[in-house]
């Protein structure tokens, strides 16, 4: 009677990585995505937005002072160079005496328009709070229960609720504004009132947040891309082809 062998089997040898012509290539083709993938978006989003400021600012500006009218050619970015040195101008004229009367002047009459009133107040409100740096608005990151209870939410933290609405909240605990960005878009979501014992602050900076937001969670804070990534990929696509190579290679003949 031979005795029970319970020794384990041994495992599977781990697949040897495929260096054929098909995954030199693979490796190749994620090398050039990702070396110029963010290069040649980036650069998009650059020339979208030039083009977009020197269609609207182009057709003020009289043909005289037109670089073309000069040039065999269209020089991009003059709308753009057109609409800095404008806004600094107004901002300049505005902080004088008689600039800020004459915006006193035009508020006031926008506000006798029932209709454009409440536009321009609203938008001169969050265009205060975002470019002149006295506002807190959306400098925090938080967590909320949302949109079920053990399922959490990336929010940003606005401000709190002015006298009447927090009156009418139900409850004596102080309410915090909040924004919940929606992915991948997060230019779009949800905006409501919450219980500040409800939310979860985050040492997370709104950039941080908003690329966690963007990627769905692929891309993590703190988890910076390597820049020698590409180079890893290039060494393994390099590899590859060696290995290929050597065992495509013949070998030498035995002599008798």
């Known amino acids: ?5 319970d020794t384990p089997a041994p495992l599977d040898p781990a697949p040897e990585p495929h260096t054929g012509l098909m995954g030199r290539f693979r490796n190749y083709f994620l090398t050039g995505l990702i070396v ?3 290069i040649a978006i980036t650069l998009y989003l650059v020339w979208w937005f030039v083009t977009w400021v020197d269609g609207v600012v182009r057709p003020f500006v009289p043909l005289a002072y037109r670089p073309e009218t000069y040039l065999p050619y269209v020089i991009p970015g003059w709308g753009l160079i057109v609409a800095f040195f404008t806004l600094t101008l107004v ?3 505005a902080a004088n005496l008689i600039g800020r009367t004459l915006v006193d002047i035009g508020e006031t009459f926008l506000g006798r328009i029932p209709a454009v009133r409440a536009i321009y107040r609203g938008l001169k409100q969050v265009f205060e709070t975002l470019f002149s740096g006295k506002g807190s608005s959306f400098r925090k990151v938080g967590l ?3 949109p079920s209870p053990g399922m959490w939410s990336i929010v940003l933290i606005s ?6 609405v927090a009156r009418s909240l139900p409850g004596q605990e102080e309410h915090v504004s909040v924004f919940l960005p ?9 905006f409501f009132y919450v219980p500040k014992s409800k939310i979860v602050e985050v040492e997370m900076s709104t950039e941080d947040a908003a690329t966690l937001i ?3 969670g692929v891309v993590q804070p703190g988890s910076a891309p390597d820049p020698k990534k590409a180079a890893a990929l290039a060494g ?3 590899a590859a082809r060696i290995a290929n190579a050597s065992t495509l290679q013949p070998e030498p003949a035995k002599a008798e």
């Open 1 to 5: 009677m031979t005795a029970r062998d």
């Open 36 to 38: 110029t993938g963010p």
């Open 91 to 93: 901002g300049f004229l």
């Open 144 to 146: 909320v229960e949302f």
């Open 159 to 164: 401000q709190s609720p002015n006298e009447e």
């Open 182 to 190: 929606c992915s991948p878009n997060p230019t779009t979501g949800f």
């Open 214 to 216: 963007m990627s769905a």
């Open 236 to 238: 393994m696509a390099n």
